[in-house]
C-alpha cells in the first residue's frame, strides 16, 4: 500500500467520526461538510510520518476547525432572517451520526448548545457524543485537564438549567401525531390542550418563504394561529413521518417536492417547542 493509500484509509475510517464533530459543532450539514474537506486537504500535505495517532491528529484538526467556524458562524447569523434552527440530519441512515453513541443531536440540544461558548461546546461534545477522556479533551482544546471537566461541567449545566426532562420516543411520536392531527382540523382546543404553558414555535425560513419572523410563545396565543391556519396550510399537502435527529418529524411534499420538515418536543407538562423548518437550503437530507 502506497503512503497516499494509507492516508486515505486513515482518513476514510476517521471520516465518519469527523462529519460528527463538526455537525455537532456547528448545526450545518453543508458547514461540517467544508470542515472535513478542510481536513482532508491538510491531513494529504502534513508530515504524516510524524503522526503516531492518525485519529487523534484528524480529531484535533476537525474541532479546532470547528470552534474558528462556530466563532464566524455567529457573526453571519446576524444577518439572517428571523430565527436560525440547526439543520437537521436523517439518522434513520446513521442513528448515531459517526459516534459511539447517538447523543448530542436533538434540535433543541443543538439549538441550546449555541449559548456555550464554542470551546465549551467543542469539550461538551467530545465527552458526551464520543467518550473522548478528559486527558485528550484538554489536549485538543489547547487547556489543562481540570479546565476541560470544568467547560463540560458548564455546559451539562446550562443544559439542566435550560430543558425540562424529554418524553420518551414513542410519547414524542404520539403527541406530534396528535399535533398535526389537531393542526389539520383546526381544533382550538385540541391544540391548546397538547402544549405546555409556556410552548414555543420556531420557524426557520431566512427569508425564503413565508413565515413568522420572531419566535412566537404561550399556548393559547400559538392554538389560535394554528387553528386559524387549518384551512390553508394543509391541504393538499403530502405528509409523511421521518427521523429527524433522533426524533420523529413530519416532512412535507407539495407534488413531490419536500419544503418543510416539522418537529415538536415535549415533557410531561406538554409540548413545548414546535419547530418549523421551512429554509429550502436547510432540506436537503429529506428531499
Given at each position: 500500500m502506497t503512503q497516499l493509500e494509507?492516508?486515505?484509509?486513515?482518513?476514510?475510517a476517521a471520516r465518519p467520526r469527523l462529519f460528527g464533530i463538526a455537525y455537532r459543532m456547528t448545526g450545518s450539514v453543508a458547514d461540517a461538510e467544508d470542515l472535513v474537506q478542510e481536513v482532508w486537504l491538510r491531513w494529504q500535505t502534513a508530515d504524516r510520518a510524524a503522526v503516531l495517532n492518525p485519529e487523534a491528529y484528524l480529531a484535533t484538526a476537525i474541532t479546532r476547525l470547528a470552534i474558528n467556524e462556530s466563532q464566524t458562524a455567529r457573526a453571519r447569523?446576524?444577518?439572517?432572517?428571523?430565527p436560525w434552527l440547526p439543520e437537521p440530519v436523517d439518522t434513520a441512515a446513521d442513528p448515531q451520526l459517526g459516534a459511539e453513541?447517538?447523543?448530542v443531536l436533538e434540535l433543541a440540544v443543538l439549538l441550546l448548545l449555541e449559548k456555550l461558548t464554542p470551546t465549551e461546546r467543542a469539550a461538551y461534545v467530545l465527552r458526551e457524543a464520543f467518550d473522548y477522556p478528559y486527558r485528550e479533551i484538554s489536549e485538543i482544546v489547547?487547556?489543562?485537564?481540570v479546565a476541560a471537566r470544568?467547560?463540560?461541567?458548564?455546559?451539562?449545566?446550562?443544559?439542566?438549567?435550560?430543558?425540562?426532562?424529554?418524553v420518551a420516543p414513542q410519547r414524542q411520536r404520539e403527541l406530534l401525531e396528535a399535533f398535526v392531527a389537531?393542526?389539520?382540523?383546526?381544533?382550538?382546543?385540541?391544540?391548546?390542550?397538547?402544549?405546555?404553558a409556556d410552548v414555543v414555535s420556531w420557524s426557520d425560513s431566512n427569508g425564503a418563504v413565508r413565515a413568522a419572523g420572531r419566535p412566537l410563545h404561550g399556548a393559547a396565543s400559538l392554538a389560535k394561529i394554528f387553528a386559524a391556519w387549518a384551512p390553508t396550510f394543509w391541504t393538499p399537502r403530502d405528509v409523511s413521518y421521518v427521523e429527524a435527529n433522533g426524533q420523529w418529524a413530519i416532512r412535507l411534499q407539495r407534488e413531490g417536492e419536500v419544503y418543510g420538515v416539522i418537529t415538536v418536543t415535549a415533557s410531561e407538562e406538554g409540548i413545548d417547542q414546535v419547530m418549523w423548518l421551512v429554509?429550502?437550503?436547510?432540506?436537503?437530507?429529506?428531499?
Open positions: 494509507q492516508a486515505e484509509s486513515a482518513f476514510a447569523r446576524e444577518t439572517y432572517v428571523g453513541q447517538g447523543a489547547q487547556t489543562t485537564e470544568q467547560l463540560v461541567s458548564r455546559a451539562r449545566k446550562h443544559l439542566a438549567d435550560s430543558r425540562r426532562t424529554p389537531a393542526a389539520q382540523a383546526g381544533d382550538l382546543a385540541g391544540l391548546e390542550k397538547l402544549f405546555a429554509n429550502p437550503e436547510k432540506l436537503g437530507q429529506f428531499a
